[in-house]
């Protein structure tokens, strides 16, 4: 069976993803780590692969904007839980 979305905790890969065109859905916090989410189509796992082997390429100025986002992204979660202590998290 499929599954239906493609998770990582990686932010670089995160934000590839974003940057060539990949919506994020969703972002969670659990055990102290943030999760990246993103529907599972077709191309995403061939995309990461790509990224892995260092055959990807990319817009920098997109690749540098997803970056900015996403590390707001995990500066808005460490606001809302005050301090490093995050517990469990799940948006």
């Keep these: 069976m499929k599954q239906l979305i493609y998770?990582?905790?990686?932010?670089?890969?995160?934000?590839?993803?974003?940057a060539i065109g990949h919506s994020l859905?969703?972002?969670s916090r659990y055990d102290g780590e943030i999760y990246?989410?993103?529907d599972n189509n077709e191309?995403?796992?061939?995309?990461v692969?790509?990224?892995i082997s260092r055959k990807a390429l990319v817009d920098p100025?997109?690749?540098?904007?997803?970056?900015?986002?996403?590390?707001s992204v995990l500066y808005a979660i460490?606001?809302?839980?005050?301090?490093?202590?995050?517990?469990r998290y799940i948006r």
């Design 36 to 38: 990246f989410v993103f």
């Design 61 to 71: 100025v997109a690749y540098s904007q997803s970056m900015r986002s996403l590390k």
């Design 49 to 51: 692969n790509k990224f």
């Design 78 to 87: 460490k606001s809302e839980n005050g301090n490093n202590n995050y517990g």
């Design 7 to 18: 998770e990582t905790k990686d932010l670089y890969i995160a934000a590839y993803l974003i």
């Design 43 to 47: 191309n995403i796992q061939q995309e």
């Design 25 to 27: 859905k969703n972002h």
